[in-house]
């Protein structure tokens, strides 16, 4: 099948975010998706290693967006909406039993965790547009053994995709959402659609902000993106910053 959006592919690179950086500075605007067999230095939220095995997805989309700088951290949540639907698009229309999202940037199946995202953005003083690069890491035929939090891979879920074929889905989908959430303007659609695929009211969890680790439960997104939760205490808190866990599911039944 034919592409309908430009990409490069790459056997190997240090990680498709800085590629897609380093090409922004060479005057390359986008949209370009940079996609590679392996990445030597991938990276998540906070400074972590991606760890990259060959035949997962490691893709990054740059592109020129003319939208606040206010407005870019919504790009995390634009993106995990937009693997959603692409995910959900390759299985059939189907989706897979326990697929979620966890604010502000995991996809989920059940509570382990099998894409990761991360958005960057640099401001141009001149034009006044912010260049984006979102990386999208998928786990689609293996996972990394992850002590300190749950992992998995599509494909132990039964949905088998070449890299080739997850990225076919998953370029229509990010333009798609890109264009709904519209700079900002259309942030309300997107929180909507998050939501349909978040956590339900009164889930445990639990937020290690840098500055303190928050246990409470969760209660919503706001209008700008962040995360709405009540803590021990019982007062509300937002949230625009952190890693969230969540609480492993409560066991019933007898002994």
Known sequence: MAHTFRSVALDEVGSTNTEGF????????????????RQTKG??????????????????LLQR???????????SLVAGVAVIAAIVEAAGGKGLPGLRLKWPND??????????????SQMDGRSGEVTAVIGVGVNLVSHPADAQRATTDLASHGLRLTPEAMLDVLAPS???????????RGFGRVRTAWLAHGGRVGE??????????????????DA????LMRDGAGSQRRVTFGDVSLAPPTLTGGE
């Open 22 to 37: 380093e090409r922004a500075r060479v005057g390359d605007t986008g949209p370009l998706w940079i996609v590679a067999r």
């Open 43 to 60: 990276r998540g939220r906070s400074g972590r290693q991606w760890t990259s095995v060959e035949g997962n997805l490691y893709a990054s």
């Open 65 to 75: 967006l003319a939208c606040s700088p206010a407005v870019v951290h919504q790009l």
């Open 107 to 120: 996809v989920l199946v059940g509570d382990a965790k099998c894409v990761g995202i991360l958005a960057e």
């Open 174 to 184: 990010m333009e798609r959402w890109l264009a709904v959430w519209d700079g900002g």
């Open 204 to 221: 445990d969890l639990s937020v290690n902000t840098g500055a303190e680790r928050i246990a409470g439960t969760f209660v919503d997104l």
């Open 224 to 227: 700008d993106g962040a995360l």
